[in-house]
């Protein structure tokens, strides 16, 4: 492997790092406790990265099986414990747990043992804020006719299978 083309073509660098502080609100509380943090949006990295910090209040949540076509995603857990499929089998994640995904790899995630906070990173950044948003809105995707979810789903690269 050698390194990618060159992102940067001038001689003396940029004053271009900025910081996200780890102490700010989030910017998205779901109905159920669960805040979201955007860490790094896809616009502010060029395109090249999204991350985001998901705390899970507590009450069991999250995804079931399902893949991207466009993009690629890794978790990380910070603390806790956060059950993630693998594609095989739903595994259980701890503090320190890195699971990647490439494009197309089945994957799911959710809380069974309580609170639990980990990273959410994807590649290319793509904009996931607005799914984030779409699923807090009242009601979330259960508040959507059939085609108004599947139109959701398609505009936001996820296509659900089963385990």
Do not use: C
């Amino acid at each position: 492997m050698s390194y990618p083309p060159r992102l940067y073509t001038g001689s003396s660098g940029e004053r271009s790092a900025w910081v996200t502080p780890g102490d700010r609100e989030p910017d998205l509380v779901y109905p159920n406790g669960n805040r979201v943090h955007y860490v790094a949006r896809g616009e502010a990295t060029g395109g090249l990265f999204g991350l985001y910090r998901w705390e899970f209040a507590g009450p069991p949540s999250g995804p079931g099986a399902h893949f991207h076509r466009t993009m690629s995603e890794s978790f990380y857990v910070l603390d806790g414990t956060v059950t993630i499929y693998d594609g095989n089998a739903w595994v259980k994640a701890r503090s320190g747990d890195f699971l990647h995904v490439p494009p197309g790899g089945l994957h799911g995630f959710r809380n069974e043992d309580g609170p639990a906070t980990m990273l959410l990173h994807f590649a290319p950044g793509a904009p996931r804020e607005p799914y984030f948003e779409g699923l807090a809105r009242p009601g979330g995707v259960a508040a959507m006719t059939d085609d108004e979810r599947d139109a959701f789903m398609a505009q936001h690269d996820n296509v659900w299978v089963e385990e």
